[in-house]
């Protein structure tokens, strides 16, 4: 690797990295806004002109929080998982395309940190290992909430991982790619793959809720029967680092969904602009679109009560995975019959 | 049997219908209810600075009233300290002496008139006894403290200077003494 292409690599990371922690950061400004939207209240309105420096504020109320390990618990353990979360939540945003090439002092920039040729798995892989971060941390606290929050955790992320799995086969046979370059390659201009996997996109959608623990599938850290979930004992910057990998996890899922389902950084009407100007507009499109799933994200978090578990499980293992094996099915034979295979 | 108030129901556990079970017309429907939200009215009164206004009826901190010329209402009659559920008010009556009549109106007055807040329960009990219209609950919010004794409302707390007197309009248009 040349020398210039480390720096664009490591300027281009240092900047997705400054970019997702501020929008992770004004995420929960933003939910806070939205639920008060949504409950005709006004919200954070006092730290700075519209409560804008509010997430500044709660940092480093944060920050200077004592930073508490309870005596039974598995110490380094305890540490590491916030660590895990935050880590896991931040690497499946490295292979997410932001746009095209950018042509700057000579060289052409890739809007991308890596170009994996399996990079769907990759996002998969980074998923489930997620969920650790939740379990070992639920697990080293020595409390019976957290571990309880940490199981219902791990059971979910099991049963929801398998039919978003299933929804990304179907996606990966329509482009023909594990690469999500050439998933959104594949779906230049209006030709989004939501038109062809109205049902796919669903299944995907209620799985990323779930597997991101958001409403209404926040079991692992209700409060109202498990004082908080995996992170009961946990205080200061740790709790702050699991409450920041959730919405972190939310933006890189909603940018997901905008890459699988709605183009990625493709726009109606994208022929009529080339180079710098298209990669811009393109870079401007999938963040709108990310953006909006985020407000989704919340919206639903703001209108739908919790789900029982039982009811959870039932949606996930006796719903979910049939349908979208159903779905499946019928992609695989549409496709077979249009590449002419039975004649 | 026919029940008497018809507002009997049968409680059925019925199974969800093939549209219930798919949640999704629900849901829909839920978000649409919080979508409209958002261009709602808010609610919010930002309290510092905006106060909300009390109503008329409200019971706060008590005076004890002057009449038109500065003499004060209150006769020591006790029959405010008699009416008082919470036994928060006590009074010492003394006799008014010639060269006094610019300061009480009758020829007894209430040389020390002390109420506690701490006791008071804001009950009104008090000015509806007082035949003498000279006690009166008004919109003012009694202040907190750190020690129990500031909480012993003497006469300097309680009676109102003629410099700053305290409007009770909005008690007299009320309950029963409106009516008369």
């Not at chain 1, 309105?45 to 709660?58: C, E, K, S, T």
């Not at chain 2, 009164?45 to 038109?68: I, M, N, S």
């Not at chain 2, 060269?99 to 109420?115: D, P, Q, V």
């Not at chain 2, 500031?150 to 248009?173: A, C, N, P, S």
Request: aromatic share 14%; net charge neutral; glycine share 8%.
């Amino acid at each position: 690797m040349a020398t210039s292409e480390f720096i664009e690599k490591f300027v281009f990371i240092f900047i997705l990295f400054a970019v997702t922690l501020g929008i992770a950061a004004y995420a929960t400004y933003f939910e806070r806004k939205v639920a008060a939207w949504f409950q005709d209240r006004i919200g954070p309105d006092r730290a700075g002109p519209f409560g804008i420096l509010q997430p500044l504020a709660d940092g480093a109320k944060l920050f200077v929080k004592e930073d508490f390990i309870p005596e039974r618990a598995e110490k380094w353990l305890f540490i590491l998982g916030p660590g895990i979360a935050m880590f896991t939540a931040l690497m499946t945003g490295s292979v997410i395309p932001w746009g095209k090439d950018l042509d700057l002092f000579g060289q052409s920039i890739q809007l991308q940190v890596a170009d994996v040729n399996i990079g769907i798995l990759f996002i998969m892989g980074f998923l489930s290992i997620g969920v650790y971060g939740i379990m070992i941390g639920g697990w080293a606290s020595n409390n019976k909430y957290s571990l309880y929050g940490a199981i219902r955790a791990s059971s979910q992320m099991i049963s929801y991982e398998l039919a978003m799995g299933i929804c990304v086969i179907t996606i990966v046979m329509l482009s023909g790619s594990l690469s999500l370059r050439n998933i959104v390659e594949e779906q230049h201009g209006m030709n989004w793959n939501i038109f062809y996997q109205p049902l796919g996109f669903i299944i995907f959608f209620v799985c990323a809720l779930a597997e991101t623990n958001r409403a209404p599938f926040d079991l692992p850290e209700c409060e109202s029967e498990l004082i908080g979930g995996y992170h009961t004992e946990y205080g200061s910057m740790k709790m702050g680092f699991y409450l920041f990998a959730e919405y972190v996890a939310l933006f890189t899922s909603s940018a997901v969904i905008s890459v699988l389902f709605f183009g990625g950084y493709n726009f109606p009407g994208m022929d009529y602009f080339s180079g710098n100007t298209l990669a811009i507009l393109g870079v401007l499109a999938m963040f709108t679109k990310t953006f909006f799933f985020v407000f989704v994200f919340m919206w639903i978090r703001w209108t739908l009560p919790r789900f029982r578990f039982d009811q959870l499980m039932h949606l996930g293992w006796k719903s979910l995975i049939p349908i979208s094996l159903f779905n499946l099915l019928i992609t695989a034979i549409i496709i077979a019959i249009k590449e002419g295979w039975f004649h | 049997m026919e029940s008497l108030s018809n507002r009997k129901q049968v409680v059925s556990k019925k199974e969800m219908t093939f549209m219930e079970k798919i949640y999704l017309p629900a849901i829909l429907g839920g978000m649409w209810i919080t979508f409209k939200h958002l261009f709602r009215k808010n609610n919010t009164t930002k309290y510092p600075e905006e106060v909300r206004e009390f109503a008329p009826v409200y019971r706060g901190q008590h005076v004890l009233k002057r009449d038109e010329q500065g003499r004060e209402n209150c006769t020591a009659c006790g029959l405010c300290a008699v009416a008082c559920p919470a036994e928060a008010i006590t009074m010492v009556a003394e006799e008014r002496v010639k060269g006094e009549e610019h300061l009480y109106r009758e020829e007894k007055y209430a040389s020390t008139y002390e109420i506690n807040m701490l006791r008071c329960i804001f009950c009104g009990l008090c000015e509806e006894a007082c035949p003498k219209e000279a006690i009166f609950l008004t919109d003012r919010i009694v202040p907190s403290n750190f020690e129990r004794g500031e909480f012993i409302y003497g006469k300097d707390q309680l009676v109102e200077t003629m410099e700053e007197r305290i409007d009770i309009t909005k008690r007299q248009h009320t309950g029963k003494r409106g009516k008369k």
